[in-house]
Each structure stands twice: as structure tokens, then as C-alpha cells.
């Protein structure tokens, strides 16, 4: 059975800091990973999708890395901002692929 | 290009009562999957639909189940609801079944069970 933790469950930081949010999971036969973003009372809005293929994946002030063969993964924000506070989420395939098990996520504030 | 709508956004239901939450898929998306997240949890998930068909089902009761139209649009509906239930439901679209491609979620409903 899949598990996937993440680390620290909360975090705050002043604006500026670059940041880094970690993801483990028991299962390393996953074929991607996903990280996603998500506001107090919202949805889910996906940020990155990583291959297993692939060792890390970009986006603007994010990156994140893969590491199938240790089950982790790391989100790296660049130079924070009060707009980043949010909850962050990882998620990966499990069973048929049909089914994404999430983290319980990393909540981030940003103080200006 | 219109994103993933769920309706309706919130809803406050007495125990043992029923109830449907509806949910518009992304535009060319065949896959909607339901999620349930609890306060300060991660997402779990319930049961996807792919092509009108249920293609994966989490650990949830019978008393949990869902449609998939010829549109795509889904409905999860929830019999005899316990005090438990209470969560935000979440549904997601995709374009494929075994989640390689980005899941687009909607807002989600917020049901309160008392």
C-alpha cells in the first residue's frame, strides 16, 4: 500500500527565502509524480508533473526534483512571496494508476 | 476553455438524509475522478468514471456512488449520510484514466453533515 509523507507539516518564512518542501513514499514503482497547490477553502490547482523518466521538472520560481530509487521528492520555491502561502501537496499513482494518494501536505506562509 | 465547476458549493444536511453533488468536467476531458478531503488531511480517493464507466474504486461504502453522462459531467451521490461524511468533495478532471497528465480539480462542495 501506497504512503506518502511530507515534511514539515507546516512552515513560515519571511519574503525572500527560497524554500524547500520534501515528499517520501513507500511505493517507488510510481511512473510520476505530481505536486499541487492549494488555497484555504479551494481546490486543487496542479503545479508539477514529473515522469519518472525525468529527474526534475521547472516551472517559473518552482522546481522539483525526483528521486525514484530513494522515494522522495523535493519542491524548491525561489525568492518567496506573500502570493506563495498556500498548502502544498504531493500525490502519486497507486494500484491501476486510476488512484492518486496524496500527503497530508506542507501549509506555507509567507509573511511580507 | 472551461474548467472543472462543481455545485453546489455548499451544503448542510441532517444525518441520514441524501444527497447528489454535481460536477462539470474540463472541456475534451473523459476522466473525472472524486476525492474526499477531510480537515487537515490529504485528498482520498472515492470511486473515477472513464467513459460512463466506474474505472477504480477507493475504500468507501456502497452507500457512496456516482454516474459519468455522455457530456462527461458526474454525479456523486451519498445514502444515509453519517456525521462523518462531513468533508470537502473534491472532482477532478483528466484526459486519460491512469492520471499521466495533470488532473484539474474544481473548487469543490463542502458538505456538512449535523
Known amino acids: 500500500k501506497q504512503e506518502v509523507t511530507q515534511i514539515p507539516a507546516a512552515l513560515s518564512v519571511p519574503e525572500g527565502e527560497n524554500l524547500v518542501l520534501n515528499c517520501s513514499f513507500t511505493d517507488s514503482a510510481i511512473y510520476n509524480l505530481q505536486w499541487f497547490r492549494q488555497d484555504p477553502g479551494k481546490g486543487l490547482t496542479s503545479l508539477l508533473l514529473i515522469q519518472s523518466s525525468q529527474r526534475e521538472q521547472t516551472s517559473g520560481r518552482l522546481n522539483a526534483s525526483l528521486d525514484k530509487s530513494s522515494g522522495r521528492s523535493t519542491l524548491y520555491i525561489a525568492a518567496s512571496q506573500p502570493g506563495d502561502s498556500a498548502t502544498y501537496l504531493c500525490a502519486v499513482p497507486q494500484g491501476g494508476s486510476e488512484k492518486l494518494v496524496f500527503g497530508k501536505g506542507t501549509k506555507l506562509t509567507v509573511n511580507p | 476553455e472551461t474548467g472543472v465547476t462543481q455545485s453546489p458549493t455548499h451544503l448542510i444536511k441532517t444525518r441520514g438524509q441524501q444527497v447528489t453533488l454535481r460536477c462539470s468536467s474540463q472541456s475534451g476531458h473523459n476522466t473525472v475522478s472524486w476525492y474526499q478531503q477531510a480537515l487537515g488531511q490529504g485528498p482520498q480517493f472515492i470511486f473515477q468514471?472513464?467513459?460512463?464507466?466506474?474505472?477504480g474504486r477507493g475504500n468507501f461504502p456502497p452507500r457512496f456512488s456516482g454516474l459519468q453522462f455522455p457530456n462527461y459531467s458526474s454525479e456523486l451521490n451519498v445514502n444515509a449520510l453519517e456525521l462523518d461524511d462531513s468533508a470537502l468533495y473534491l472532482c477532478a478532471s483528466s484526459l486519460d484514466p491512469i492520471n499521466n497528465s495533470p488532473l484539474h480539480f474544481g473548487n469543490g462542495t463542502r458538505l456538512t453533515v449535523t
Open positions: 468514471y472513464y467513459r460512463e464507466e466506474e474505472n
